[in-house]
Nanobody, 122 residues
Framework: VQLQASGGGLVQAGGSLRLSCAAS????????MGWFRQPPGKEREFVAI????????YYADSVKGRFTISRDNAKNTVYLQMNSLKPEDTAVYYC????????????????WGKGTQVTVSS
């Protein structure tokens, strides 16, 4: 499955952004979808994950209550709504897919898209 993330940009602290990730090549609803991020100079970290139907989600503690992951299987797209953004949310954000629910804490997934940059200014 091919993944393409979009929607990143520059936003002030307290603002919002919505990231999108369009999938192609395979049956989208067969995949668990996740969002990850890599802050400058740091390792990649898990952000959020959603199950095949969209009925189950899980978040990193650092974004819980501020970010919402969702999916539209008819549009082959997963979203990440990011509210109350903080400078520490600055990172390259990646979407990923796996046919199985990945294991914590790394949530390694099989397929990855190119990232989209999110920069939050203070």
């Amino acid at each position: 499955v091919q993944l393409q993330a979009s929607g990143g940009g520059l936003v002030q602290a307290g603002g919002s952004l919505r990231l999108s990730c369009a999938a192609s090549g395979r049956t989208f609803s067969n995949y668990v979808m996740g969002w990850f991020r890599q802050p400058p100079g740091k390792e990649r970290e898990f952000v959020a994950i959603i199950n095949w139907s969209g009925g189950g989600t899980y978040y990193a503690d650092s974004v819980k209550g501020r970010f919402t992951i969702s999916r539209d299987n008819a549009k082959n797209t997963v979203y990440l709504q990011m509210n109350s953004l903080k400078p520490e949310d600055t990172a390259v954000y990646y979407c990923a897919a796996d046919s199985n629910w990945p294991r914590p804490p790394r949530y390694d997934m099989d397929y990855w898209g190119k990232g989209t940059q999110v920069t939050v200014s203070s």
